[in-house]
């Protein structure tokens, strides 16, 4: 049973690039969502050798989060896309493994924050990565596939498990 943030955490509903980027959204050209600007970071410490080798140093990139879509990130001016096999890593909003990761930095599993909600009435682990965050121990843009804080995935995960349960 899908809650009202089940588009965090599925992922069917873009975000737009960040307010203060500087950019307007870009659609991706496969799916037309609107894609959320991610930095060179990002893009660097998230593609395979090879996918690195493409990047150069061009073009502005965004992130995909349609969870049906094959992009994970395109540039809008050069026409770059990147797919899942192109990183090194399961991204989020793309797979329905529960053991994939929602949380990169803390490396917490949709089913370690599901069971942790469920288990104790609310998410521990959200409040956990939270005061870690504000000790600046979180390294978000360079692990996060979306190249931004996790937690709004997290809570999603978390209220989704609970309705479920």
Request: glycine share 10%; proline share 4%; with cysteine.
């Amino acid at each position: 049973m899908a809650n009202a943030d089940s588009s965090v955490v599925d992922g069917d509903e873009a975000a737009p690039s960040r307010p203060g980027s500087g950019s307007s959204p870009a659609s991706c050209p496969y799916c037309g969502a609107a894609g959320r600007r991610v930095t060179a970071v990002t893009l660097r410490s998230l593609l395979s050798e090879q996918a690195n080798r493409r990047l150069g140093g061009r073009g502005r990139f965004f992130f995909c989060r349609t969870k049906a879509c094959e992009i994970v990130y395109f540039d809008d001016q050069a026409g770059e896309q990147f797919r899942a096999e192109d990183l090194v890593l399961t991204v989020f909003q793309k797979s329905t493994d529960p053991l994939r990761l929602v949380c990169y930095c803390f490396e917490h599993s949709v089913a370690a924050v599901a069971d942790d909600a469920v288990r104790n009435g609310g998410s521990r682990i959200a409040g956990d990565i939270a005061d870690k965050c504000r000790r600046g121990l979180d390294r978000c843009e360079e692990l996060n596939p979306q190249g931004t804080c996790c937690l709004a995935n997290v809570i999603g995960v978390a209220k989704q498990a609970m309705s479920e349960a």
